[in-house]
């Protein structure tokens, strides 16, 4: 897709943005409400493709009650990026079959594979007697540096890693900890002490999926 700048024509606001090559949106001033005008000649944007093959395991995602429509939307197109199997959606996580989903996941949410389950301890419970190893993404006295069980999380033969993510406030259910092997914590230098559901579950895919081998 080609895409253009405007740029706002008030002296006091200067402000910058692109729009598709062409389009109408955008001819008033977001900001100000000024009149804009194309700037400079179009461009192309290009959507970023990589042939490499992950070394990690197989990485598979159960959300237990994660609340926001946006995050889940990211977290499907993170799954479609990293290659990550399938999402179980438990609790009151928002699905695909919300008409707000593709609004952050542009698509991905057809291309993932989902299931939805009302209880996450029981679809906790069920994953692994089927064989998957469940890792959760949260702190407490378990929690391992997720770089240093990254190195000994396995290949592509072994069984899936299951990420477990849970409520934005109040974390993983309890019962669903007691079901994993792991309880990764991702390193913090700020001052705050965990980072966006989203984010964490993106750091953790890529990291499993393609890590040194």
């Known amino acids: 897709m080609r895409h253009q700048q405007r740029l706002c024509t008030a002296a006091d606001c200067g402000l910058r943005f692109p729009v598709a090559e062409g389009s109408e949106l955008g001819s008033s001033c977001p900001h100000c409400g000024a009149p804009t005008r194309f700037v400079e000649a179009a461009y192309l944007s290009h959507e970023i493709r990589d042939t490499r093959r992950p070394s990690g395991p197989p990485v598979e995602a159960l959300l237990d009650n994660v609340r926001s429509l946006r995050n889940v939307g990211s977290m499907f197109r993170t799954a479609d990026g990293a290659g990550v199997k399938a999402m179980h959606l438990c609790g009151f996580t928002p699905t695909p079959e919300h008409p707000k989903m593709a609004k952050t996941s542009l698509g991905a949410e057809a291309s993932v594979a989902w299931s939805h389950h009302a209880d996450g301890a029981a679809a906790a419970a069920a994953l692994v007697e089927q064989g998957r190893r469940l890792w959760a993404l949260e702190g407490g006295p378990r929690a391992e540096d997720l770089f240093d069980l ?6 592509p033969s072994d069984p899936a890693i299951v990420l477990v993510l849970g409520h934005e406030v109040s974390g993983v259910d309890p019962r669903i900890l007691a079901h994993c092997e792991r309880v990764a914590r991702i390193p913090m230098a700020g001052i705050k002490g965990s980072l ?11 990291l499993l999926r393609y890590r040194e081998a």
């Open 150 to 155: 990254a190195r000994v999380s396995g290949g």
């Open 196 to 206: 966006n559901v989203s984010v964490a579950f993106a750091v953790a895919a890529y």
